[in-house]
């Protein structure tokens, strides 16, 4: 049995119509008229509240592609990954071919050749055979210590760290190297799968990852019930998990269960936070200067910015939706790990603070 207190499905990882959108960030509020004749229709939009780019070859395809889930999901090729670097014109494509590697304007031709150097070391790298270390055990030896050995500059080893692994801050570099290694051999073979971009993307948002997987439960006698509130965690008096309570009094429901599965805001006083992640969503009117077609990702390293972490972009268009409302817009999601003290110090209210900001004076898209 899955409950979910939403009306969607997906929890706090859903792909939201303009009206479930609204209302989440609204207190409940039906969305005013306005709303839509600016913005356009509910079936236009499917906004992702914690939107990931999906590696190619990565777990999550491969477990997608096992359990069958894939025959009630459409997914198409996001157009390239880029980079910002400070100063430049515009950002800078991640290349995917031998000749944009060479035309790329993030390294310089010298970095160039040991970076084929050390693509090609990481590539044929076996933990289990001690003949392909060169001298290395990546187990022990920190990423610092592989790129110097392999004579990378600081240029390459954030182009490497950032864009590529997609460490979203330079604390890897003290790390095992053999983790980042990995990271970066999945990136290639993502890449080699398609020959484009390493990232795939559900064309109607990843909340319909847990509607194909709640599709599947259906077809093996599963339950899903959606609008139901969980109220109470039900446990043994040894601590162990009993059930669940929905409703009070008269009206309460139980359901028990030796296994209880959710996420952290079903068990409030069982876990403990450890940090803050912003993230924004913005509906740009325009694309951003430097992407080829209309879906990319875009990746700010840390120093770049100055920053203690970097921040990703996430930007897809008009073939990731439905109807017009959208050519020549882009749907870009920001996220970043938190970097201030005090979380009022930083709006986290993705999209607006409150609904009068959506229409400013002169009646045009934020």
């Not at 190619?56 to 390239?80: E, H, I, S």
């Not at 403990?272 to 009117?285: A, E, F, M, N, P």
């Not at 870009?332 to 607006?352: D, G, K, M, V």
């Amino acid at each position: 049995m899955h409950i979910d207190r939403n009306s969607y499905y997906g929890g706090e990882c859903a792909s939201l119509n303009l009206t479930n959108l609204y209302k989440k960030f609204c207190k409940g509020e039906e969305p005013p008229p306005k709303f839509f004749e600016m913005l356009g229709n509910n079936r236009d939009y499917n906004v992702d509240l914690v939107p990931k780019f999906i590696m190619a070859n990565g777990n999550l395809v491969k477990v997608l592609v096992l359990t069958d889930v894939t025959r009630y999901l459409d997914f198409k090729l996001v157009d390239g990954s880029y980079v910002f670097k400070k100063g430049a014109k515009s950002i800078s494509k991640v290349p995917a071919t031998e000749s944009e590697a060479i035309k790329t304007d993030l390294l310089g031709l010298l970095q160039k050749n040991w970076l084929r150097g050390f693509l090609k070391y990481i590539a044929k790298y076996d933990q289990s055979n001690p003949k392909t270390w060169d001298g290395m055990d990546l187990s022990t030896a920190t990423m610092k210590q592989l790129y110097d050995k392999m004579w990378l500059d600081e240029t390459a080893q954030e182009f490497l760290g950032h864009a590529m692994a997609l460490e979203p801050d330079d604390g890897y570099l003290t790390r095992p190297a053999l983790e980042c290694v990995k990271n970066l051999r999945l990136y290639a073979e993502s890449l080699d799968r398609y020959g484009k971009c390493p990232f795939i993307y559900p064309v109607y948002g990843l909340g319909g990852l847990p509607e194909g997987f709640s599709r599947l439960c259906a077809i093996h006698g599963g339950i899903f019930i959606l609008n139901k509130a969980v109220d109470e965690i039900l446990v043994n008096a040894d601590g162990t998990a009993a059930g669940v309570r929905s409703g009070s009094g008269a009206d309460a429901e139980i359901a028990l269960a030796p296994i209880i599965i959710g996420d952290p805001s079903y068990f409030k006083d069982r876990v403990k936070k450890t940090g803050s992640v912003i993230r924004t969503i913005c509906l740009l009117g325009k694309p951003v200067k430097g992407i080829e077609g209309d879906s990319g990702q875009i990746i700010i390293p840390q120093k770049q910015v100055g920053r203690n972490n970097g921040a990703f972009l996430f930007g897809r268009g008009a073939s990731f939706c439905e109807g017009d409302w959208s050519r020549g817009k882009l749907l870009t999601n920001s996220t970043h790990t938190h970097n201030t003290t005090r979380a009022e110090q930083t709006s986290t209210s993705p999209l607006w603070v409150t609904p009068t900001k959506w229409w400013p004076q002169g009646n045009t898209l934020p």
